[in-house]
T-cell receptor, first 113, second 111 residues
């Protein structure tokens, strides 16, 4: 089984709809991240969490919210989706503090019409 | 501001030839540098990292990277490219508690 899973893998929705993307991990890591990937822009950090009670905004948090329901679960919500939120979304985890590598989920391809 | 630059969107190399994927960075303080690879329809996979010590870092699948402090570079290298190395490669820097990624370089290894 994959260490970091994301659901759904693909989603098409309409402008104004509320969308939730979910991430689960079995690696036992404390730190979890949400990124979006756009062609030519690389990955940009949306939110990150270092434990259940810690939520931090990243580079591009506007229009998004997150919830850390448990150590293993970190969900990303778009309260009112807009077309420029069409992107590939990745969840990632890392272990403890310090310069440890991140482990990525397979991604969710979101299209907002 | 922290930033990572990958000056080449696309790199083509013949199978068996050496490959280099370039990365330069701009951070305050000591940099922690990473390379990741992304295959189609997959998440990013860690290749290697530089924290401190030897400037030449060895990683997965025969890749290595050279940290050059004076040129603020961290280029990814492999002595002999394989067709299976064709993928999208990302350089990243960690500073504070955040990671900053480059825009990616698409590597194509030509049989």
């Amino acid at each position: 089984d994959a260490d970091v899973t994301q659901t759904p893998r693909n989603r098409i929705t309409k402008t104004g709809k509320r969308i939730m993307l979910e991430c689960s991990q079995t690696k036992g890591h404390d730190r979890m991240y949400w990124y979006r990937q756009d062609p030519g822009l690389g990955l940009r950090l949306i939110y990150y969490s270092f434990d259940v009670k810690d939520i931090n905004k990243g580079e591009i948090s506007d229009g998004y919210s997150v919830s850390r329901q448990a150590q293993a679960k970190f969900s990303l919500s778009l309260e009112s989706a807009i077309p420029n939120q069409t992107a590939l979304y990745f969840c990632a985890t890392s272990d403890l503090a310090g310069p440890n590598e991140q482990f990525f989920g397979p991604g969710t391809r979101l299209t907002v019409l | 501001a922290q930033s990572v630059a990958q000056p080449e969107d696309q790199v083509n190399v013949a199978e068996g030839n050496p490959l280099t994927v370039k990365c330069t960075y701009s951070v305050s303080g000591n940099p922690y540098l990473f390379w990741y690879v992304q295959y189609p329809n997959r998440g990013l996979q860690f290749l290697l990292k530089y924290i401190t010590g030897d400037n030449l870092v060895k990683g997965s699948y025969g890749f290595e990277a050279e940290f050059n402090k004076s040129q603020t570079s961290f280029h990814l290298k492999k002595p002999s490219a394989l067709v299976s190395d064709s993928a999208l490669y990302f350089c990243a820097v960690m500073t504070g508690n955040q990671f900053y990624f480059g825009t990616g370089t698409s590597l194509t290894v030509i049989p």
